[in-house]
């Protein structure tokens, strides 16, 4: 992970201040600080296995960017964030996906509001 560029802390913390508050806050999300954080993370689409096991974390504030050929799971993984892929027949994922803390695979979550955040 590359940390690009830097954007504006003060409108970032303003626009989430419900869901982070403060910089210091993020300790509470991840020892790290990651705002968004993937743990052995596994897609399947029926039997074709599509993602296998990625752990990494996004750090509020910066930019990501994933490479790779056509076909390796670029935007499949993207989807996990924002959980599109539940429209796909067949989609199933196992790991932990967690956005400013809060497992969004996880009982309780209204997605129409994850994605608005």
Do not use: W
């Not at 982070?20 to 052995?40: A, F, K, M, R, V």
């Not at 039997?47 to 504030?61: L, R, Y």
Request: hydrophobic share 35%; proline share 3%; aromatic share 8%.
């Amino acid at each position: 992970m590359t940390n690009i560029e830097k954007l504006s802390t003060d409108k970032y913390l303003t626009a989430q201040a419900d869901i982070i508050g403060s910089d210091e806050d993020l300790e509470d999300i991840h020892p790290s600080g990651y705002i968004i954080h993937t743990e052995n993370a596994h897609v399947h689409y029926g039997e074709t296995h599509a993602i296998q096991g990625i752990t990494m974390g996004i750090k509020p504030n910066s930019v990501t960017a994933f490479i790779g050929p056509s076909g390796c799971g670029k935007s499949t993984f993207l989807r996990l964030f924002n959980r599109m892929n539940d429209y796909i027949e067949n989609f199933r994922m196992e790991g932990i996906v967690k956005v400013a803390g809060k497992d969004i695979y996880g009982e309780k979550i209204h997605v129409e509001d994850l994605r608005k955040m």
